[in-house]
């Protein structure tokens, strides 16, 4: 079973508002990863955790709050965000953590609409 | 610069008209090569990994290879539910560095 859950589906908040999102694995993956993408564009990479600790930051803005609970779960904390935030957001996992090479499997995303 | 770019960037082709996706790739230190489909709003799913020259993978109509430079995604006999957008995405770094990096992808589209 390869399969990343992600909550909620759709998500509308206003610019002042503070939600959060999560992920879920069950595969004993020790990396994950959150991903931003807009339209017709590619996923980009936002944070990578290995073994429950941040291991890459790539230089996102800090009304993104990443947190990891416990080595199934993912959150991505969001406050004060701007309307351009407004995309679909990817978890995706791993089995090796670090810097090993490794296939990741992608959630079926959050869309966030932020008016 | 690490740079991954896939062509072409829109291709339409009628069922059972076989084609291929390319992608190329500059980068130092090649880890991985990893191709994914992606229907509109959802998450990319996992097609292959190919880790060095020369390997081949293939799954039902879908077959995909790798040279020094490149990689193509062969699609035979494709049918109407093989419309999505296809990435391709590598890995690269040496020790101590991550680098994932996708490319812009192809959407395709299979007419009946």
């Known amino acids: 079973d390869t399969e990343v859950t992600q909550t909620p589906k759709h998500l509308v908040m206003g610019m002042t508002n503070k939600k959060s999102l999560k992920c879920e694995q069950h595969?004993?993956?020790?990396?994950m990863y959150w991903y931003k993408q807009k339209a017709k564009k590619p996923p980009e990479l936002m944070f990578v955790y290995s073994y429950e600790k941040l291991s890459i930051n790539e230089s996102v803005p800090s009304r993104f709050s990443p947190e990891c609970p416990n080595s199934s779960l993912l959150n991505l904390h969001l406050h004060a965000l701007q309307p351009e935030d407004s995309a679909l957001y990817l978890c995706?996992?791993?089995?090796?953590?670090?810097?090993?090479?490794?296939?990741?499997?992608f959630g079926p995303g959050t869309r966030l609409t932020v008016l | 610069e690490d740079q991954v770019t896939q062509s072409p960037e829109a291709l339409r082709l009628q069922e059972g008209e076989s084609s291929s996706l390319n992608c190329s790739y500059t980068?130092?230190?090649?880890?991985?090569l990893f191709w994914y489909r992606q229907d509109p709003g959802k998450g990319p799913e996992f097609l292959f990994t190919l880790y060095s020259a020369g390997e081949e993978k293939e799954k039902e109509r879908l077959k995909a290879t790798l040279t020094k430079k490149e990689s193509f995604l062969h699609i035979t006999a494709p049918k109407p539910e093989d419309s999505a957008t296809y990435l391709c995405?590598?890995?690269?770094?040496?020790?101590?560095?991550?680098?994932?990096?996708f490319g812009t992808g192809t959407r395709l589209k299979v007419l009946a």
């Open positions: 595969m004993g993956h020790r990396a």
């Open positions: 980068v130092s230190g090649l880890r991985g």
């Open positions: 995405a590598v890995q690269a770094g040496g020790s101590g560095t991550y680098k994932y990096i």
């Open positions: 995706a996992s791993s089995l090796l953590a670090g810097t090993s090479t490794d296939t990741q499997y």
